[in-house]
């Protein structure tokens, strides 16, 4: 069983391209941006990793982050790219097999932006 657990944040930006417009969700107008159809919500997902083997979760390292688009699934090719070749250093500093890790890692962002998805429709 491992001993680390994925921990992640979220933020979310409206962006319109046209106009270089962005509006981050710690800004208060936020809400009003949201059902504005001019432009598209992106969502980052930022993923560290904890150690829940003696006590309370422990912050060890940070994999990275990672965008993706509610305009249709999009999500940035190369930002998985590395999130991936992180998760394989990664997984020998936390002593599990690096197949079973990226697995893990897999399996938390198909969880994730298949339920953000399930949620904005």
């Not at 422990?58 to 999500?75: E, F, Q, T």
């Not at 097999?97 to 932006?113: K, P, Q």
Request: hydrophobic share 40%.
């Amino acid at each position: 069983m491992p001993t680390s657990i994925f921990v992640t944040r979220e933020r979310r930006a409206w962006m319109r391209l046209q106009t270089h417009t962005v509006v981050f969700d710690r800004d208060p107008e936020f809400a009003r941006f949201l059902t504005n159809a001019s432009g598209s919500v992106l969502t980052i997902l930022h993923i560290w990793v904890a150690d829940v083997a003696a006590g309370p979760a422990v912050i060890r390292h940070y994999l990275g982050s990672v965008r993706h688009c509610a305009c249709g699934g999009w999500m940035s090719r190369w930002e998985l790219y590395r999130l991936f070749r992180q998760a394989k250093v990664t997984a020998g500093f936390v002593g599990e097999g690096t197949h079973t890790f990226r697995a893990r890692l897999s399996s938390l962002l198909r969880d994730y932006f298949h339920e953000e998805k399930q949620i904005d429709t």
